[in-house]
C-alpha cells in the first residue's frame, strides 16, 4: 500500500480494516501531507504498535526523480520516471505571492491537440492517485526545504491540472487526488486555487461539477466547431454549443464566477481579427451565423503564445497581432490577458511538456552528466527567489 494514494476517508477505511481507530487516518494523513514524512519511525506522536504495523504493511513512495531543470526566471521543471519507460513532467512556476505547480495527469494524452507536443507523442497510461499526488508531494517539500520555509509555510499555493495528459479522462483517479489537495488535514488548498482544465470532455464536466467542484479552465482554442475539429479533435465528439452548456451548468456548482478559457495563439490559423470577433460573438451569446440563438458564456480569456515544436507544423503568431486580436476582445468587453511564457529555456512553458520525454533512452545520461549543474542552477535560483519578498 502506497500511502500516496488514499484520500482522507479511504486511508480511514484502511486503518479500520487493519485494526486501528479511524481517527488515527488523520493523524497519519497530517503527517504524510503537511509534514512530508517519508519515514514511519519520524512519527513521533503515533503510538508504537501503529508504527510497527504501517512499517510492515504500508510504504510512503515517492516518484523517482530522472531529472530537475531551472530555467532562467526560476520555473522549475521536473521529469518524473513512472515506469515502463515512461515519464511525466511536473512544473512549479514562482511569482510574487505565489507558487503554482503545473501537474500532469496522464503519461501521454490520447485527445492529440493538433499544437500540443504531449498529444503528439501518444497516450501511454493513465497515472494513479498516488502518482498524481505524489508530483505535489515532492515539489512541496523539495521546496520548502531548498526555499528554507518555516513549518506550516507553503512553497505552492495553486495547483493546475494542466501538464501532460487530459485529466477528465483520468476521472477515477483525478477526483480523491483533487480532494487531498482541498483537505485541510492535507494541501489545504481552496477550491479556487485548484484549477481543472480540460479539452472539453462534457460529460466528466458535469460529474466534476458534482462530485469535486474546483475552478475550470476549457482549451478552447477556436470560435468555431470547422476550426476547432481540426485543431483539437475531441470537438468532433463534444462540439462547442454543447461544451459551453457543460460550462453553464459548471458555473452554478464552480468556486468562480467564471470559466477560464484557453486560447493557444496560432499564426494564420485562429489569430485573425475576424476570429476574435467571432471568439466575442460566441461568448457574449450573440445569434449563431444562420441567425440560430447562442448561450453566451461568463469567462476570462487567457491568449496563450504559441510554443513552436517541429512536428506541429505551426507557427507563433507575431506580438503584435497576439495583442490586436486581445484589443478585439477587450473592445468587446470581455476579461483577456496574454499568458507570460515561463521556462522556454527548459522547454516547460505551455504545450512543451513531452520533449524530454520522447527521448527516453538518454534521458537518464543526459541527466547524470547535466546534474551538478542543474543543481547548483536549482539552489542558486531557488535561493533568489526566497530573498524575493512573498
Ligand atoms: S492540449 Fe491537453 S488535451 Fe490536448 S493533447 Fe495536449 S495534453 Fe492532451
Redesign the pocket.
Known sequence: MNLLQPDRDALAEWCAQIGEQRFRATQLFRWIHQKGAADFATMTDLAKSFREKLAARAEIRALPVASEQVAADGTVKWLFDVGAGNAVETVFIPETGRGTLCISSQAG?A???RF?S??HQGFSRNLTTAEIVAQLWYAEFALRKRLGLADGERAITNVVMMG???PLQNYAALVPALRMMLDDHGYGLSRRRVTV?T?GVVPMIDRLGDDCPVALAV?LHAPNDALRDSL?PLNRKYPIAELIAACNRYLARAPRDFITLEYCMLDGVNDRDADARELAALVLGAPGPLGERRQGLACKINLIPFNPFSESGLKRSPDARVAAFARVLQDAGLVTTVRKTRGDDIAAAC?QLAGEVQDRTNAKTRVAEASIRIHRRTDAALAAAAERPA
Do not use: I, K, L, N
Request: charged share 5%.
Open positions: 494524452c485527445v492529440g491537440c500540443c504531449t498529444g501532460m495528459g487530459e482544465s479539452s482549451s483539437v504545450g
